[in-house]
């Protein structure tokens, strides 16, 4: 009667997974599952949540076209794979069966959260050290860059001659740059060119280093003076937010010292007076 009632409650909560996924599947960006036809481009433009999905997951490595139908498949197939292995497991195995019905549904709960939820936090931590390594490689280049146009080239041949000489140094940052060079050569509008450059990126930096292209080529600022100033302004904020952190280390340390310290202290010094009276009486 107990292992009907189990396989019972299984039955019950697999249709509730399953329910759950469709109606996740359901809220998903429009796109996602879409497939690309043969005659659409490889980057075809999207809007909205489905757009930003793909930014994340190529800031993340995954560049291929479908890496946003992919990754929620893996996602739902991941979540449902560890059901089926934690309701593999309490059936098997003899201590687990003799969990109650209630424990059995948790820890069926608790095989589907991390399955779900894991390739979420491995995209984000890999887009994170992508980014990270983007913002290292951001002051060396505008200082190479600077010293490229102070030599007599151009924007568009600092640009290329950068993105080839940092390629073993900061490769993330190369590629991009090689990217916007390519599509420059291609024809493409310079300031299209680097507002998809920022936004693929995502830093702030490379988006206000875009802004100040396009306006230094349109109003015809010198560009060797607007990247001196803007590198020595990079650079200063760089500064600034090292000192913010470091000013915030003695708090930190502070609170740790109280916390492994002063406890044992007290104990040293008060258990001789505790031990006294317990042994008075």
Request: aromatic fraction near 6%.
């Given at each position: 009667?107990?292992?009907?009632?189990?396989?019972?409650?299984?039955?019950?909560?697999?249709?509730?997974?399953?329910?759950?996924?469709?109606?996740?599947?359901?809220?998903?960006?429009?796109?996602?599952?879409?497939?690309?036809?043969?005659?659409?481009?490889?980057?075809?433009?999207?809007?909205?949540?489905?757009?930003?999905?793909r930014?994340?997951?190529?800031?993340?490595?995954?560049?291929?076209?479908?890496?946003?139908?992919?990754?929620?498949?893996?996602?739902?197939?991941?979540?449902?794979?560890?059901?089926?292995?934690?309701?593999?497991?309490?059936?098997l195995?003899?201590?687990?069966?003799?969990?109650a019905?209630?424990?059995?549904?948790?820890?069926?709960?608790?095989?589907?959260?991390?399955?779900?939820?894991?390739p979420?936090?491995i995209?984000?931590?890999?887009?994170?050290?992508?980014?990270?390594?983007?913002?290292?490689?951001?002051p060396?280049?505008?200082d190479?860059?600077?010293?490229?146009?102070?030599?007599?080239?151009?924007?568009?041949?600092?640009?290329?001659?950068?993105?080839?000489?940092?390629?073993?140094?900061?490769?993330?940052?190369?590629?991009?740059?090689?990217?916007?060079?390519?599509?420059?050569?291609?024809?493409?509008?310079?300031?299209?060119?680097?507002?998809?450059?920022?936004?693929?990126?995502?830093?702030?930096?490379?988006?206000?280093?875009?802004?100040?292209?396009?306006?230094?080529?349109?109003?015809?600022t010198?560009?060797?003076?607007?990247?001196?100033?803007?590198?020595?302004?990079?650079?200063?904020?760089?500064?600034?937010?090292?000192?913010?952190?470091?000013?915030?280390?003695?708090?930190?340390?502070?609170?740790?010292?109280?916390?492994?310290?002063?406890?044992?202290?007290?104990?040293?010094?008060?258990?001789p007076?505790?031990?006294?009276?317990?042994?008075?009486?």
């Amino acid at each position: 009667m107990t292992s009907s009632a189990f396989f019972l409650g299984a039955f019950i909560l697999s249709g509730s997974l399953f329910s759950l996924a469709m109606l996740v599947v359901s809220r998903l960006p429009e796109g996602v599952f879409r497939s690309r036809p043969r005659n659409e481009p490889a980057a075809a433009p999207l809007s909205g949540d489905a757009a930003e999905l793909r930014r994340q997951l190529f800031q993340a490595g995954f560049s291929h076209p479908e890496a946003a139908r992919y990754f929620t498949m893996t996602k739902i197939g991941l979540a449902i794979g560890m059901v089926a292995l934690v309701a593999a497991l309490l059936v098997l195995s003899a201590p687990l069966a003799a969990l109650a019905p209630v424990k059995k549904a948790i820890a069926l709960i608790a095989g589907f959260l991390p399955g779900y939820f894991l390739p979420t936090m491995i995209v984000d931590r890999r887009r994170k050290a992508w980014q990270k390594r983007i913002a290292i490689a951001l002051p060396d280049a505008l200082d190479f860059m600077l010293v490229c146009v102070e030599a007599g080239q151009t924007t568009d041949l600092a640009l290329m001659r950068v993105a080839e000489e940092m390629a073993p140094v900061h490769p993330d940052l190369s590629a991009r740059l090689h990217a916007l060079t390519e599509a420059l050569t291609a024809g493409a509008e310079r300031q299209d060119a680097w507002n998809r450059l920022s936004q693929e990126t995502g830093n702030d930096d490379l988006r206000q280093l875009a802004t100040i292209i396009v306006q230094s080529g349109t109003m015809g600022t010198p560009v060797a003076q607007t990247l001196r100033v803007f590198s020595a302004d990079l650079r200063d904020r760089r500064v600034r937010q090292i000192e913010e952190r470091a000013n915030v280390l003695p708090t930190k340390m502070t609170l740790g010292t109280m916390l492994f310290t002063v406890p044992p202290l007290l104990i040293l010094l008060l258990a001789p007076a505790v031990y006294r009276l317990m042994t008075t009486n």
